[in-house]
């Protein structure tokens, strides 16, 4: 079955220092979602791509899917300590058509 | 979110006991879907619905069973069955299939030993 696999699964940095991490599938996506999970909480949705190398920005946030609508990444920009939390891509298409495939995840730290 | 409630929030049981988890929503959601949480794996799909009386099974449902009976109720029954059942349930809801954003509940932690 499908399968997307996220990296790296931790990341720790400095307040103010950037942050990515990426998201790799291994079929080809109709859409890609990203989550955001504080510490004892739930997902909430940040964003959902769709278009082939398609840009969307969230003030310090900013969201790529790539040409082949494979992989996508999430980058912050200038961390902060509210940034801290799990990060998901969820992938939908191709064998999935129905349900949301989600990543590990990786769990950001920020350090002030 | 605020349309998804589960219940309980944290949850204890006895190895060979069954046990159900409620999830409600009130946000006309046609979509419904059950997810389990374990450290270092993200989210895994154990059942979804996508339509009163009907649901398809998951990567992980083997030792799990759900209803659909009505829009808004899609409760998850953990059986003795499950190996390791403890983890962090979460429900999540949404217009229908996986173009759509899900909302998610506020999720029931199950303890069994």
């Known amino acids: 079955g499908q399968q997307v696999m996220q990296i790296p699964q931790y990341q720790h940095v400095q307040e103010g220092e950037d942050f990515t991490t990426y998201c790799n599938s291994s079929t080809t996506l109709s859409n890609i979602q990203w989550y955001k999970q504080r510490p004892g909480g739930h997902p909430v949705f940040l964003i959902q791509l769709v278009k082939s190398g398609e840009v969307k920005k969230q003030k310090r946030l900013t969201f790529q899917f790539g040409e082949a609508k494979k992989n996508s990444s999430l980058h912050i920009t200038a961390t902060q300590t509210t940034d801290v939390g799990t990060y998901f891509c969820a992938g939908a298409g191709g064998t999935s058509y129905g349900k949301l495939t989600f990543g590990q995840g990786t769990i950001l730290t920020v350090h002030p | 979110d605020g349309g998804i409630t589960q219940s309980p929030k944290y949850l204890f049981r006895k190895e060979g006991q069954n046990v159900t988890l409620s999830c409600e929503q009130n946000l006309n959601h046609d979509a419904m879907y059950w997810y389990r949480q374990d450290p270092g794996q993200g989210l895994r799909l154990i059942y979804y619905s996508q339509i009163v009386n009907d649901f398809q099974k998951g990567d992980i449902a083997e030792g799990y069973s759900v209803s659909r009976e009505k829009k808004e109720s899609f409760p998850l029954t953990v059986t003795s069955a499950q190996k390791n059942p403890t983890a962090f349930y979460l429900c999540?809801?949404?217009w229908g299939d996986g173009s759509y954003e899900q909302y998610f509940g506020p999720g029931t932690r199950l303890t069994v030993t």
């Open positions: 999540a809801s949404s």
